[in-house]
């Protein structure tokens, strides 16, 4: 049987890790770092651990902050002997009977190729609202399944896993093992500073420039957000049509429709089978006056049946919700 081993970070975060905890106890040994927490963190994980025997419990200091050295403390104090590794936080949980649809995909790579994939790419779900609601949720595939050895996390914030020696991994596909996310949205998360330092160090990955555009929207530094979406777009594998789509927003902001509307008509030429955009670019219309061309563009996107499945997915574009809003404007 594959060995496999959960892994996390965390900081004052007694409210979410029973929920967190309970759903990775099957795991063959689960190695939490505290990193500083003055709340009852640290007693949460010594009881889980006093009722479980695979429970590494570690205190460690990172200064500065960085979340890559953090998560890679956390990743080595797993044993050696693990085949494959789970990072999680304390505000996400994994579906029940994810160890056994893991375990059987790893079984059977190591049948078929002699060795387990270098990484598990899997489902990922976030509902944002979920104290309320729960219908603002997005959706994407995630990479948080790997192989013990050769992995590390790169860069201090949003940061990333990458293969040590350099080499193409072989990615397995599990669409059965869902880790789901119910973040804590009152908390004060102040990244822009780690965000340029992500930025100076890696140059080249177009989703640091797209968190770093974010902030500095929210800080109402529109300059700088133009510039470093222009710097994003211009990156051969970014996704054009979401980087578009922040700029629309930009403009939004700064009450310039106009281009408001032309940039999110190039989200929409960039991925024509995506409904998701052409809803975003009927509100821009909406908001510029445009009531004919908000019409026309929501007629277009009823005409995308496919569900969206990536991180572009909006349940709000879809059914009811949509049905409704499409209704309202005629």
């Not at 640290?42 to 500065?64: C, D, K, M, R, W």
């Not at 579906?95 to 990922?124: A, C, P, Q």
Request: proline share 3%; net charge negative.
């Amino acid at each position: 049987m594959p060995k496999i081993g959960v892994y996390g970070i965390c900081k004052n975060e007694e409210e979410f890790l029973n929920r967190c905890l309970d759903s990775v106890w099957e795991a063959d040994v689960i190695s939490f770092c505290d990193t500083g927490s003055t709340d009852n963190t640290l007693t949460v994980l010594n009881e889980f651990a006093e009722h479980h025997g695979n429970v590494i419990v570690t205190q460690i200091h990172v200064n500065p902050w960085r979340f890559d050295d953090a998560r890679n403390a956390a990743l080595y104090s797993l044993p050696s002997d693990c085949d494959i590794c789970i990072s999680i936080d304390a505000d996400e949980m994994l579906e029940v009977g994810w160890y056994k649809k893991l375990s059987v995909k790893i079984e059977e790579d190591i049948k078929l190729n002699g060795k387990t994939s270098d990484r598990y790419n899997h489902r990922f779900k976030t509902v944002w609202d979920w104290r309320e609601n729960g219908k603002n949720i997005s959706e994407h595939w995630h990479e948080r399944i790997h192989a013990r050895h050769n992995f590390m996390w790169k860069l201090p914030v949003h940061e990333h896993l990458v293969k040590c020696d350099g080499t193409a991994e072989s990615i397995g596909w599990l669409p059965d093992v869902l880790m789901i996310q119910k973040p804590e949205n009152t908390k004060s998360r102040v990244y822009l500073p780690m965000l340029e330092q992500s930025a100076k160090e890696d140059p080249k990955r177009w989703k640091t420039f797209s968190f770093l555009a974010g902030e500095y929207i929210n800080a109402g530094d529109f300059d700088k957000a133009d510039e470093a979406l222009d710097h994003a777009i211009l990156l051969p594998d970014s996704d054009k049509a979401f980087l578009h789509y922040q700029k629309s927003n930009l403009y939004q902001r700064k009450g310039d429709f106009d281009w408001a509307v032309i940039e999110m008509m190039n989200s929409c030429k960039s991925v024509p089978h995506i409904r998701e955009y052409r809803v975003y670019l009927a509100q821009v219309y909406l908001a510029a006056g445009r009531k004919s061309d908000a019409i026309a563009a929501l007629d277009q996107a009823a005409k995308i049946t496919e569900r969206t499945y990536g991180y572009e997915y909006n349940p709000s574009c879809w059914g009811e919700v949509f049905e409704t809003f499409k209704d309202s404007i005629k």
